[in-house]
């Protein structure tokens, strides 16, 4: 995918918050407060991570895991270090 990225993402619907939790065993964990009901969670899951790497939720996409908890995630528009830079603050804005 030009500009792009894909990611292992490990979701926790039904959190206390929304939110980048760090990585877990090659996996960017990310905290929703939905439920994994009906596509919320997933939905809830594009607006995280579109707000952490600064892109439109619709630059989210999941290509494979839609209904567990375990996702491979694509997103248009950032690129691998760009990324990493906006999940790092993320993490920063999350510990405090």
């Known amino acids: 995918m030009a500009g792009g990225l894909t990611l292992r993402v490990r979701v926790k619907p039904r ?17 929703v407060t ?6 919320e969670a997933n939905a809830a899951l594009g607006r995280v991570l579109g707000r952490a790497l600064d892109v439109a939720p619709s630059s989210v996409r999941i290509l494979r895991g839609s209904s567990g908890r375990d996702k491979l ?3 248009a528009g950032v690129s ?17």
Do not use: M, N, T
């Open 73 to 75: 995630v694509a997103v």
């Open 15 to 31: 959190s206390s918050r929304d939110g980048v939790d760090g990585v877990r065993q090659g996996a960017l964990v990310v905290r």
């Open 80 to 96: 691998v270090s760009g990324a990493r830079a906006r999940l790092s603050s993320a993490l920063d804005r999350g510990r405090r």
């Open 34 to 39: 939905a439920a994994p009901v009906e596509g």
